[in-house]
């Protein structure tokens, strides 16, 4: 899964608009233009494709937690130069107020199963000896099914990143 992928499936996710989009990147302290946005969203075969760089994945990430969350006082945080999937999913779980439980939670919705101890390991430090990095992602292709470990941040974002109720059919 690519920058551009992870873009593009949290602003269909959020219907978040171009103009919202030049919005969120402006909280974080990055202009940006419609035909950057218009480039970073097309797909990968087409000619006018541009790659999005870590850095303005941050970007964008940081803003989408200032408009979720609302801005910190002080500076505006800055946006790493380089990012990883346990970033990446560290920044998702702050902008959208989701416990470990939440997140579990949207993984058993996919049918994938991880407990609350692999799951903090993601979010600990590097250089905790209980740290786990996530490993590359499934190919964008494949099913939702999956029995490869730690990569959550692919599943949440092939799920609809916010909880559906617990009953599937209303009571009658």
Request: aromatic content about 8%; hydrophobic content about 35%.
């Amino acid at each position: 899964m690519t920058n551009n992928d992870i873009l593009r499936k949290v602003r269909f996710t959020f219907d978040i608009t171009d103009d919202e989009m030049i919005g969120i990147f402006k909280k974080a302290g990055k202009q940006v233009s419609r035909s950057e946005i218009s480039n970073w969203m097309k797909k990968d075969d087409d000619v006018a494709y541009v790659n999005l760089v870590d850095k303005n994945l941050a970007y964008f990430l940081n803003g989408f937690i200032i408009l979720r969350r609302g801005k910190k006082e002080g500076p505006l945080p800055i946006a790493e130069s380089s990012l990883n999937n346990n970033i990446v999913l560290r920044k998702l779980k702050i902008a959208l107020d989701l416990k470990d439980e939440d997140i579990l939670e949207l993984l058993t919705y996919a049918d994938f199963r991880l407990s609350r101890h692999e799951l903090s390991a993601f979010f600990r430090k590097p250089t905790q000896s209980k740290f786990r990095k996530q490993q590359k992602p499934l190919p964008r292709k494949s099913g939702r099914r999956t029995k490869e470990p730690f990569q959550p941040l692919q599943v949440l974002l092939q799920t609809s990143l916010t909880p559906r109720p617990k009953h599937r059919h209303p009571p009658q």
